[in-house]
């Protein structure tokens, strides 16, 4: 399992040997991140990159939604867009935790979108994801 770096606080270097070196790491990571097992431990490292605070669990609605865009906009741009959507109305939720983060990812892998016939609520989903889903349906059926 590869070990994501912590990038330097610092102002990236300009020069050209330390661009062209900036690149060919950023090949290399990209590799790496096309591996479906390294993705997953990107994917959670990612979250956990993007808690400023020593002791912060939880990430704010619309830094999610940006990350979400980014991380995972161009493998599930539908199920991404749709749960930005959900949680920029919702009144329930102010920040979203690293289980329910982790959980919308096996949401996206493992749930038929947008028909949701595999959904199970029963299933160990968190509370956030069913109330996505109730939403989705509900939406679906005034349209």
């Excluded at 290399?28 to 097992?37: I, Q, S």
């Excluded at 947008?114 to 349906?137: G, H, S, T």
Aim: net charge neutral; aromatic share 16%; proline share 6%.
């Amino acid at each position: 399992m590869p070990t994501w770096p912590r990038l330097p606080q610092q102002t990236l270097p300009t020069t050209p040997s330390s661009l062209k070196k900036l690149k060919k790491e950023l090949t290399e990571l990209k590799k790496e991140v096309a591996n479906p097992y390294n993705f997953e431990d990107f994917y959670c490292y990612y979250f956990r990159y993007c808690l400023t605070e020593d002791k912060q669990k939880n990430l704010d609605i619309q830094s999610v939604c940006v990350l979400l865009d980014l991380v995972l906009g161009p493998k599930f741009r539908h199920q991404v867009d749709s749960f930005c959507d959900f949680l920029k109305i919702q009144k329930e939720y102010k920040a979203v935790n690293m289980d329910q983060w982790t959980n919308f990812f096996r949401f996206c892998q493992e749930i038929e979108f947008p028909e949701l016939k595999n959904y199970d609520a029963c299933q160990a989903w968190p509370l956030i994801l069913d109330n996505f889903v109730d939403w989705l349906r509900e939406k679906s059926k005034s349209a």
